[in-house]
């Protein structure tokens, strides 16, 4: 690794510690809807890595979990006196959360079903992060030409989750036709050239998935796993 390139990462590192700590902050002061924001910004920097990734996810289900104790009537208000904030204690929030059922959402704002997807990937539940990208993919559809910065990321979770649900045909399929799109730049296509190879590896077209990782990895060498996975393919 060159020394521009671990310059570059360093700065990375501590431009992910300064958002981790306005969200630490955030979140204290009961601001969910801001500390979801910056998550969701961090979360689709494409360098980011996994541990990085599991930090902004372990902050999704935090929120989550409070979001759902909280009473409705206060979901939007700062919480300031003591009585108020310990309706917030996150102690057994995760056992009170039988399923995915608690996350449903009837918002038409792409933005927050964006906000609803990455909290069910952040748990795992990828069958109905799958659900509500595709909802939100087709109201930003219908509202413009382009897929725009909210419509590429919805898809790319899309692509996620269907991976993840081992529809790997049917991945490919989406990924192949967001690569056909000549309005996403080559910097936006890491994450395609890097899912793509994650479908060739699990396909054991091994020479194949190495031109993709090498392919996502001149975009963004540090995108996600991609270096392990270079190496995994090359054996």
Known sequence: MGSKEIQSLEVTRASTQSVIESVRILIQEKLFDEAKSLLRKEWLRPNLSNAERESVKLFLQNISDQELKMPIQLKSEKVDSPEKNSAYDLEGAWEAMKGPVFLESSSSEPRELLDLCMAYISMDFFEDAHREAHKALSIVRQEQTDLGETGLALSMIIIECLFNLGRFLECQVKIEELNADMEINLADRAGLFYWMGRVKQENQLKSEALS????????????RDVLIRINEVQR
């Open 212 to 223: 993709w990782f090498q392919s996502c990895h001149q975009i963004d060498p540090f995108y």
